[in-house]
């Protein structure tokens, strides 16, 4: 969903076999381990770095209304 405006890694929307929901995971190195970023009951729709890389805001839903809400994971 986002490239790291400095590193090569790499954030993906994944669901995970078993699952319900879209997570949020960091892909640091090409062909690498998915590493979780996000354990949430509800879906992440976006994310992104921040300019300089220090952060990620995503957006979810609540309850499956539809109105995202805005997150930030440090």
Same mark, same amino acid.
């Given at each position: 969903?986002?490239?790291? =405006?400095? #590193? #090569?890694?790499?954030?993906?929307?994944?669901?995970? +076999?078993g +699952?319900?929901?879209?997570q949020?995971? %960091?892909? &640091?190195?090409p062909?690498? &381990?998915?590493? =979780?970023?996000?354990?949430? =009951?509800? =879906?992440?729709?976006? &994310?992104?770095? +921040?300019?300089?890389? %220090?952060?990620?805001?995503f957006?979810?839903?609540?309850?499956?209304?539809e +109105?995202?809400?805005?997150?930030?994971?440090?």
């Open positions: 969903v986002d490239w790291h =405006p400095e #590193r #090569r890694e790499m954030l993906v929307a994944h669901r995970e +076999a +699952a319900s929901t879209l949020l995971y %960091r892909l &640091a190195q062909m690498g &381990a998915l590493e =979780p970023l996000t354990f949430e =009951p509800e =879906p992440v729709v976006r &994310a992104l770095y +921040a300019p300089d890389g %220090r952060f990620i805001v957006e979810r839903g609540t309850g499956g209304n +109105a995202a809400q805005v997150f930030r994971l440090d």
